[in-house]
């Protein structure tokens, strides 16, 4: 779930982004009776370029991210408290928007972004990480824009 505020030009963009995502949770590589719990917030800032072509625009955009991770390892661990990560990335966007109306478009868009810094979990005697982020975050949505 995301939202995004911001100021738009003619052929630009610029703005800030809120997002999370469901908790999650993943079991551990070598020891399935351990699992951890994830939460994540997301703060980005972005600015585009947004060439059109009648009524859909496209817009095509550089971002750079902060995120929050909050883990909690559960099942057969002596004990885990939770504890917060932060990772950093840099990347851009691409999408499509067509304008139905003059204020309101649905929007389809993929984001990728490369880390700057980069985040593991791990719980108190097991010896691998239960998790580490990846070389590469990508997610794609689809959304409703809205101009005032």
């Known amino acids: 779930f ?3 505020g911001g100021v738009t030009g003619q052929w630009w963009r610029a703005g800030i ?3 999370t995502v469901p908790r999650r949770m993943q079991t551990h590589p070598s020891e399935p009776g351990i699992r951890g719990r994830f939460d994540l917030v997301t703060g980005e800032a972005f600015g585009c370029g947004v060439p059109s072509l009648g009524a859909v625009e496209f817009p095509v955009c ?3 991210a902060v995120t929050g991770i909050r883990a909690v390892g559960e099942g057969a661990v002596r004990s885990s408290e939770a504890v917060w990560g932060t990772w950093l990335g840099a990347g851009g966007s691409a999408g499509v928007a067509w304008y ?4 309101v478009a649905p929007v389809l868009s993929a984001v990728a972004l490369a ?3 980069d985040w593991e979990f791990s719980v108190g005697g097991v010896p691998a990480d239960l998790y580490q ?3 590469v975050a990508f997610r794609a949505w689809v959304g409703l824009e809205i101009h005032w």
Do not use: K, N, Y
């Open 133 to 135: 982020t990846g070389s």
């Open 62 to 64: 550089g971002r750079l």
């Open 100 to 103: 139905v109306t003059d204020r």
């Open 17 to 19: 982004s809120v997002q």
């Open 115 to 117: 880390p700057l810094r």
């Open 2 to 4: 995301a939202l995004d």
